[in-house]
Each structure stands twice: as structure tokens, then as C-alpha cells.
């Protein structure tokens, strides 16, 4: 307990450079696993010769709340300027990668990602309203009674990956993804997502 939520991201995060597909975090916050992965694009672009300001497609970050994803937009193009990129690319790919919304209910059509990282939070599908609980029913086969909305992020997040993507994840187990008491049709459902992408890795971090 006590480690602060970017602690130890280098063994975490791949590097990708704006020519890939990159990396998606369905839950931003106030930035804990973007600022990490915008610092490795930058370096990545400085290693290769890559542009930055060719690469809002490198980094795409989903927050319900608007302030959340404001603040993150902000650390973002901090970082950015830091780095030497001018205000307009700073503000343009900041905007692009950071996104107010629902990730389990926004449309990804035709896109995909190299990685999936972080760490969504644990509420109860009955917690949430009934026309979002129900909404999250009809689209994802992992939460088709009792079930925690974590493992609708693990099976949008799954089905984004490329052949070869990872999803590096705090979760050590599908129980403790999903949550307790779970029902049993929930449970198969998850597994049988997890288990369609064997290369996607559930790794905790060192102790």
C-alpha cells in the first residue's frame, strides 16, 4: 500500500513511436498512465527522428468527467511544451488524445491499439443507472447480470488490441477483475474473452 499509481510505469509501459497504432487508457483521471506514456512518445519520437505532431493517434485517454479530463489535457500540453513543441501542437494533440466520455460506450470503429493500460474503477453495475447499466448489457457479454463495469473495460479493451497487443493490467486474477459476489454466467463470459486473446498478459506490479 501507499505506492503512487505511476510508480514503476517504465517496466509497464511499451514504447511507441507516432507511426504505431499506440496506446489507450479507458480511464484517465488526472493522468497517472498518460503523462508516463506521452513522456515515452517523446522520447521515442526524439530516438527515431518521428514528428510529434504526427502522432494523435499514438495516445487515446477516456474520462466521464470533464474536469478529470480537462486537467489531464492541461498536464498534457505542459508536458508537451516542456519538451520543446509549440503551443498549437501542444493544445492540438492534447485535445486529440484526451477525450471526454464513456470508453465502454463510445464507438472505436476501424481502430485498434498497441496496448491497453490502466486501472478503471470498481463499481457495481447495479450501482449504475438503470439506462447506462442497460446499455452496457446489451453490448458486452461479461456483464449479463451481477458483475463489476471493471470487466467491461476488460473486454472492450481486449477486443481493441491488434494480434499482437498487450494488455498490461493491475488485476491478477479474473475473479478480482470482476469482483465479488459474481454470477457464474459473468464469469464464463470474461473468461471466455480472456482466454480468446492469449497473448493480452495480467501482470501486477513488483512488490
Not at 517504465?10 to 489507450?24: A, E, I, K, S, T
Not at 481486449?158 to 459476489?181: H, M, N, Q
Not at 473468461?191 to 497473448?199: A, E, G, K, W, Y
Amino acid at each position: 500500500m501507499g505506492r503512487r499509481p505511476d510508480a514503476g510505469l517504465g517496466w509497464l509501459l511499451p514504447r511507441h513511436g507516432p507511426g504505431d497504432q499506440g496506446g489507450v487508457e479507458p480511464s484517465c483521471g488526472c493522468g497517472a498512465f498518460v503523462l508516463p506514456m506521452v513522456e515515452r512518445l517523446i522520447d521515442s519520437c526524439r530516438q527515431h527522428g518521428g514528428a510529434l505532431a504526427d502522432a494523435e493517434q499514438a495516445i487515446r485517454g477516456f474520462d466521464l468527467l470533464e474536469h478529470n479530463a480537462e486537467f489531464t489535457r492541461k498536464a498534457v500540453a505542459a508536458k508537451l511544451l516542456e519538451s520543446g513543441e509549440t503551443v498549437e501542437v501542444a493544445e492540438f494533440l492534447s485535445g486529440k488524445w484526451i477525450t471526454t466520455g464513456d470508453f465502454l460506450l463510445t464507438p472505436h470503429r476501424g481502430r485498434s491499439a498497441d496496448f491497453v493500460i490502466g486501472n478503471p474503477s470498481y463499481i457495481r453495475l447495479e450501482d449504475v443507472p438503470n439506462d447506462i447499466s442497460d446499455a452496457y448489457r446489451a453490448e458486452y457479454a461479461s456483464m449479463p447480470g451481477r458483475a463489476d463495469i471493471h470487466v467491461g473495460f476488460y473486454e472492450k479493451g481486449l477486443d481493441l488490441l491488434r494480434p499482437e497487443g498487450k494488455w498490461p493490467s493491475f488485476a491478477p486474477t479474473v475473479a478480482c477483475a470482476i469482483g465479488t459476489p459474481v454470477d457464474a454466467e459473468a464469469f464464463e463470459a470474461i473468461d471466455l474473452v480472456l482466454r480468446s486473446r492469449p497473448l493480452a498478459v495480467r501482470i501486477t506490479p513488483p512488490t
